[in-house]
């Protein structure tokens, strides 16, 4: 029940925050990264553009878009092919 009553609670300061637009929403840089192992056992790790990633003023995920404080963390994205 206190996890519901917190999501609520945290659904309705976003919501205040959309409706006074008082920047409910960020972005955030993320760099991605492929990573493509070789046949000598090693990795090569080839940089891809740089993308800006939405994201909300929150502590739970909303409409579909991680927290900032949570993409703030996760800046470097690696895809192993």
Known sequence: ???GALYA???SIL???IWRNREPYGQVT???YD????KNGKT?????APENETCVHSL????GYNPCWYVSRH???????
């Open 1 to 3: 029940m206190s996890l």
């Open 9 to 11: 609670g945290d659904y």
């Open 15 to 17: 919501r205040y925050r």
């Open 30 to 32: 993320v760099h991605h």
């Open 35 to 38: 990573a493509v192992p070789l």
């Open 44 to 48: 090569e790790i080839l940089p891809l």
């Open 60 to 63: 739970l995920p909303h409409y």
């Open 75 to 81: 800046t470097e994205d690696r895809i192993n092919i």
